[in-house]
C-alpha cells in the first residue's frame, strides 16, 4: 500500500475516529476507522468526515455481528473507497470456506477493489479466512486489549499463522513499542496492529479521564461483565481485555506508555525504532 511505516492502527470502537486515522495515515502508516458494539452507518459517516484531507491509504474496521444488524455500514464504508476493510468476529468465513464462495462482505471488497482483512486467533481461523478469499490476516494474539478470543499468545500464534498460509499476515496483541514491532517483523509480519497506545493518542477518541487511566495502567483482565451490563450481543467465547478494576480497554503492553503523544510522533517512534533495531541485528548477524 505504499506505507512508509509498517504500522497500522487498530480500528478500536469509541478510540479510533477519524482524526487519528488521518494522523496515522498522513505519518506513513496506515490509519484505521473503527466502529464498535455501538457502530452506526451514521457516526461512521461522520468520522469518514473527520479524515478531512487524509494523505495517504487509510482503513476501515467494522464488527461482524453489528455489520449484520446494520448492513448499510458496509454500503457507506465501501462508499469512501478505503484501501482496507477489516471485518471481524463472525461465524461467516467457516460456510464459505466450506462452499467455496466467499463471505459477502468480502465479495463486495473485492467488487469495490478495496483490500478484505479479517482478525483471527486460531491457526484453523486463520485456513479458513484464507480460503474465503480474504486477502489479509491479522493474527490476533490473547495479549491484545478489547475484544478478542484469548486463545494463543501473539507470537506463536503469529508464527503459526505464517507457516500455514500464503497471505500477509499482520501481528496484533501487546505491541506497545519499537522492540514489539521488531520482533514480530523479524517473526515475519507484514506490520504491527497497534490498538492500546494509540488509543493514548492526543487524536484519539479516548475521553481525557479513559487517557489518563490508560497511561497509569500496567494491569489487565479478561470479562464479559461490561458487554452484558450494557446489552451488546457479542458471541460467547469472545470477552474484552480492560485495564484491571475498570471498563477502560487495554492489552498488555499497557505498561510501556509513557505519555500523551501525538499519532504521528508515534507512528515514527514505532517504524524508526524498529528498523533501527533490525538494521543492528543484521549488522550484528554478518
Keep these: 500500500m505504499g506505507l ?33 458494539s455501538a457502530a452506526t452507518p451514521e457516526v461512521l459517516s461522520r468520522e469518514l468526515a ?5 494523505v495517504g491509504p487509510f482503513g476501515i474496521g467494522l464488527v461482524h455481528w453489528v455489520l449484520c444488524e446494520q448492513p448499510d455500514l458496509l454500503e457507506v464504508a465501501l462508499s469512501a473507497r478505503p484501501a482496507l476493510l477489516s471485518v471481524s468476529f463472525g461465524e461467516d468465513t467457516e460456510a464459505s470456506a466450506a462452499t467455496g464462495n466467499g463471505p459477502a462482505w468480502v465479495q463486495a471488497a473485492h467488487e469495490a477493489g478495496v483490500v478484505a482483512a479479517t482478525q483471527v486467533a486460531t491457526v484453523d481461523d486463520a485456513v479458513r479466512a484464507a480460503e474465503s478469499g480474504v ?3 491479522v493474527a490476533r494474539g490473547a495479549e491484545g486489549g478489547g475484544h478478542g478470543k484469548p486463545v494463543m499468545g501473539t507470537l506463536p500464534l503469529l508464527t503459526a499463522v505464517l507457516d500455514t ?25 507484514a506490520g504491527a496492529w497497534i490498538g492500546t497506545a494509540f488509543a493514548a493518542c492526543t487524536e484519539a477518541l479516548t475521553s481525557d479521564d479513559a487517557r489518563a487511566e490508560l497511561l497509569a495502567g500496567s494491569q489487565t483482565e479478561l470479562t464479559s461483565e461490561h458487554d452484558i ?4 450481543r457479542w458471541p460467547a467465547g469472545i470477552p474484552e481485555r480492560v485495564l484491571r478494576g475498570s471498563p ?17 510522533e508515534l507512528v515514527v517512534q514505532l517504524g524508526a525504532g524498529a528498523a533501527a533495531l533490525l538494521g543492528r541485528w543484521g549488522s550484528q548477524a554478518r
Excluded at 229 to 232: D, I
Design 50 to 54: 473527520a479524515l478531512g484531507g487524509c
Design 4 to 36: 512508509t511505516y509498517p504500522v497500522v492502527n487498530a480500528p478500536m470502537g469509541g478510540a479510533a475516529g477519524g482524526r487519528l486515522a488521518a494522523a496515522v495515515s498522513r505519518a506513513g502508516g496506515l490509519g484505521m476507522i473503527g466502529m464498535g
Design 165 to 189: 498460509v500464503d497471505v500477509p499476515v499482520l501481528a496484533a496483541g501487546g505491541i506497545a513499542s519499537p522492540r514489539g514491532v521488531a520482533a514480530v517483523l523479524a517473526a515475519g509480519a
Design 135 to 137: 486477502d489479509v490476516l
Design 248 to 264: 477502560v480497554n487495554a492489552g498488555q503492553g499497557v505498561g510501556q506508555l509513557r505519555g500523551p503523544v501525538d499519532a504521528d
Design 229 to 232: 451490563a450494557a446489552g451488546y
